[in-house]
Structures are given as C-alpha cells and as structure tokens.
C-alpha cells in the first residue's frame, strides 16, 4: 500500500461533488461536463448505475462507476456488470487511488455475484490500465476488439480511439 494511502477516502457521489468533479476535468481540457455526473446520480437512483468518487487530502482525486446493465452485449446478456469510465486525475495518479476504486467496485459486484467485466483502450495512453487490470486478474473475454460497439473482424480498418476496446472479465473471489 503506497504511503500516503490513509489520505484516499472513497465515497458515493454527492450531488455537490458534480461541480468540483466537472472542473477538475475541464481544467485538463477532457469533455467530462456535469449533466455526465448528473446522469450518473439519476442512474442511481433507479438502479443502473453506481459511482463512487476518490479524494485525496479532501480534494476530487478520481472516481469509477458501476453499470449493472452494460451495453456491451455479452456482459449484458450474461449478467456481467461492467466497471466503466475509472479516472484518477494526472496529479493524483501512482497513489494507489485507481486500485481503491477498483477494490470498491469489485466488492460491490461481488456482494452481488462472480464475474465483474471492464474494457480497456488500446493506445498507449492506457498502458497503466492494461497493465493494471492483467496484474488484477483480468483476462479476455475472448471476443476480441471491438470499435465503437462493433467487433473488430479480420481486414477492418479501424481507428485508434477512445472506442476501440478489448473487454476483460474477472471471476471475484465468493459470491
């Protein structure tokens, strides 16, 4: 555990966290506005989603979601939630925040079953992510990419961006 562990609390997010969360990533230039977290919050309330928010020293640190009912169709159609959209802010990074987001989201989906899915990008700018996720014992599923929802098939050509994903599935520990 890093260090400055103690200085991470992970809570559910609050309405009055979405302007300070909203800002933070404006400030970096990334389009995350607050009517996101605003569907977040209504998406908890009837069941679809949960999010929890990172702060490090009481400042917005990160934040991950739960999506019980993911559009990606395997995860759905066999009733595997998937941990979406996990963001630690640059400065905030390689403090053990992502792995506190990802401990929290994984017991959650735990309590309520075994198989817990996550997707990753395949640039380089989500190195970290992939590596964490293998080190967490996520794998595969076997499907292979996909691109903006699509499976990637053998001749495509495809563009390297936010959506081009390879899914991952973990098998949690009880359940």
Known sequence: MPPDAAMVSIAPLRREDIDEIAAAFARLGWHKPASQYERYLEEAVVGVRTTWVARFGGVFAGYATVCWSP????????????????NVLPEFRRRGIGSR????????????????GIAVGFDPDYGPAQRMYVVRGYVPDGRGGASHGAPVRWGDTVTVDDDLLLHLVKTLPGG
């Open 71 to 86: 559009d990606h169709p395997p995860f759905r159609d066999a009733g595997i939630p998937e941990i979406q959209d996990l």
């Open 101 to 116: 987001l990802m401990d929290t989201a994984e017991a959650c989906v735990g309590s309520r079953g075994r198989r817990v």
